[in-house]
């Protein structure tokens, strides 16, 4: 199961949720990614091991993806 | 839910190519690269040396010429002592807890902590439990996370750079915001040190009796990764 999650003022939400057999779920997902972008957010794909894919799409065989805010130099 | 003001200048000019787009919003600063760390090392020890030369010179000069002089030449090797103090404390800066991430509901930060603890490994998550900073080895050296900006500790573990910065948005739970700097670091390390302010470079000696203590157990962490 994969999820696309925002960081936000509660911790964490859990947009949506799909799998590979779900394409209802994965347009959810597209949608609500596509919605959060054009609020600003900025997604990230979170693999297993550590490493992360800034992504403007939701990639086919992520199991996560994040969406956080800008960061700025302080 | 407010509209957050992108850095990127809107979704058409968000690259598609890892790079983070935070970039957009600082043009005029060339990319950080190793290279580009040696010289920015190179000059903060000059800037140092040119701080501390006139002082140390005035320190031992004036009593020679006079012994009525001593205590001005103190006060001389006082200054000479107290401005890289004052750097390192500014260094210290970046792992100091910001006041907006105090409070805020505890569920809120179980759950963002949850989170933070999902995207660490094993060996990192010790370190984030007893001290809520993460670390993370990466090419320029190994990093260590805090909710307001990041150390990096360089090759060998003697040199360290700070970096201010932080997610925009005040609402924030702490782990919340060490989870965003800790994903743009991991999704472009180069451009996390581009976008970031370079507070401080210098001796790890020097900045780690300027830290808390929790922060100063991260920071030998991160050396030792670093060795």
């Known amino acids: 199961m994969s999820r ?35 609020r600003g957010y900025l997604a990230v794909a979170s693999g297993r091991g550590g490493e992360a894919t800034a992504v403007r799409e939701l990639p086919p065989d ?13 | 839910m407010t509209e957050i003001a992108s850095p990127a200048g809107g979704e058409a000019s968000l690259p598609l190519t890892g790079e983070l787009p935070e ?55 006082a200054f000479a002592w107290v401005i890289p103090e004052l750097y390192a404390a500014r260094g210290a800066g970046v792992l100091r807890e910001p006041a907006t991430a105090r409070g805020g509901a505890a569920a809120a930060e179980d759950r963002a902590l949850g989170l933070l603890a999902d995207l660490v490994g094993h060996d990192a998550r010790g370190l984030l439990t007893s001290t809520g900073l ?50 743009a670091l991991r999704a472009d390390e180069r451009g996390f040190a581009t976008v970031a302010n370079l507070t401080f470079s210098g001796a790890r000696w020097r900045l ?20």
Do not use: K
């Open chain 2, 208 to 227: 780690r009796r300027r830290l808390r203590p929790a922060a100063r157990t991260g920071l030998a962490a991160a050396a030792a990764a670093a060795r």
């Open chain 2, 23 to 77: 970039l957009a919003a600082v043009p005029w600063r060339p990319r950080v690269d190793e290279q580009a760390l040696r010289r920015a090392d190179r000059l903060w020890t000059l800037s140092t040396v040119a701080h501390e030369v006139p002082f140390l010179l005035t320190a031992a000069a004036l009593p020679l010429l006079n012994a009525i002089m001593i205590p001005v030449g103190v006060v001389a090797l």
């Open chain 1, 62 to 74: 992520a199991e996560l993806v994040i969406l956080r805010r800008p960061i700025a130099g302080g």
């Open chain 1, 4 to 38: 696309l999650i925002r960081l936000d003022q509660t911790g964490r939400t859990v947009l949506a949720e799909w799998s590979h057999d779900d394409p209802a779920g994965a347009d959810a997902a597209r949608a609500a990614l596509a919605t959060e972008l054009e």
């Open chain 2, 134 to 183: 993460v670390l993370e080895p990466g090419r320029l050296g190994v990093w260590l996370v805090g909710p307001a900006g990041a150390l990096l500790v360089r090759p060998g573990g003697r040199r360290v750079e700070c970096y201010c910065v932080r997610a925009t948005g005040d609402e924030l739970p702490r782990s919340d915001r060490v989870a965003h700097l800790l994903l």
